[in-house]
């Protein structure tokens, strides 16, 4: 696993500056992470590169997301953040 998919590493970039954001990708990380394959935590790695306002549209179902492997993974985040 590269350095950039440790969950340590994905724990600290989840910690972002809304709480609505906070609220959907801490109970991920939590409880789903591990369980993803290798190529969807790097698209989860991807999806948290995007801006928070951004991010925020695409969570809200403000804007669909232009990229369909972050799309989807943005279905898989709201679908399974919860335990």
């Known amino acids: 696993m590269s350095d950039i998919m440790s ?6 970039a989840c910690r972002r500056g809304m ?3 906070d609220v959907l990708f801490q109970p991920f990380v939590e409880n789903r992470y591990e369980e993803l394959s ?3 935590k790097q698209q989860f790695a991807r999806l948290l590169c995007c801006e928070d306002p951004e991010l925020f549209a695409w969570f809200m179902g403000h ?3 232009p990229d369909p492997e972050l799309a989807r ?6 679908g399974r953040a919860a335990p």
């Open 7 to 12: 969950t340590s590493r994905v724990k600290w």
């Open 19 to 21: 709480l609505e954001l």
């Open 38 to 40: 290798d190529d969807d």
């Open 63 to 65: 804007e669909q997301c």
């Open 73 to 78: 993974m943005v279905i898989e985040v709201r």
